[in-house]
């Protein structure tokens, strides 16, 4: 029994392993470009090991996206208190985002939605987080500072829709994707703003303090 549990744990350190060196190598030269024998050969273990974990670079990938939305999920959790109003938590959000997008090749964003499994597991998230999302600008809208006139369903949408032609026609490539992303935050943030909620931003975003709410969104 005692060996069983040994192996089950090497195993279980191995996977973890892979995971990390994998979606490392995905973000940094997006998917098309890293082989499962790179994979093995960084980590020095054989082809068969990681092909017994993992049988393609499909359910490799998957199992990546997977697990970085478990940690993008738990960040969020952290996020969403009621000690933050939800002007704070969105710009700690934006913060967040810029900073991880920063770190990824564009072509890890384009290339995952070829492999239909992911695509699959990532409209179902997109699905349940823009009704999050919806609820979280509800909040917004008791505390006074977003408008209580807009069609929230609506505003996810338009977002949705404009990230999706920035992917489509590669204007990253001229504009960097960070710049991209806050640029299209900040515009949706202010027109949904009340008066009391452009002060508040502006409040936020003018304090260097900000930052400090970030340690939570990792704690």
């Known amino acids: 029994m005692q060996k069983n549990g040994v192996m089950t744990d090497y195993r279980d350190d191995v996977r973890k392993k892979i995971l990390a060196c994998a979606m ?24 068969r090991t990681l092909y017994e974990i ?12 997977k697990d970085y939305n478990i940690t993008m999920d738990d960040k969020l959790s952290h996020l969403v208190s009621p000690d933050y109003n939800v002007i704070e ?17 564009p072509l890890f964003y384009m290339e995952i939605h070829k ?19 919806v609820e979280f600008m509800l909040r917004g ?9 807009v069609n929230y369903e609506l505003t996810n949408l338009m977002a949705d829709i404009f990230m999706k032609h920035v992917m ?9 994707l960070p710049e991209i992303i806050h640029n299209v935050i900040m515009i949706l943030l202010r027109g949904i703003c009340t008066e009391s909620g452009l002060r508040e931003l502006a409040r936020i975003t003018a304090s260097p303090l900000v930052s400090h ?3 939570c969104a990792t704690s």
């Open 54 to 65: 993992y049988k393609n670079k499909e359910d490799l990938l998957f199992e990546c996206i």
């Open 115 to 133: 492999y239909p499994k992911v695509l699959s597991f990532l409209n179902e998230k997109q699905q349940i987080r823009r009704k999050r999302s």
């Open 24 to 47: 490392n190598n995905f973000r940094q030269k997006g998917v098309k470009s890293v082989k499962m024998d790179d994979i093995a050969t960084q980590l020095s273990i054989s082809k």
């Open 213 to 215: 709410h970030a340690p």
């Open 168 to 176: 489509n026609t590669q204007m990253y490539n001229t504009i960097p």
């Open 89 to 105: 938590v969105l710009i700690v959000f934006l913060r967040l985002n810029i900073e991880e997008i920063s770190r990824v090749n």
């Open 141 to 149: 809208v008791k505390e006074g500072l977003f408008r209580e006139d």
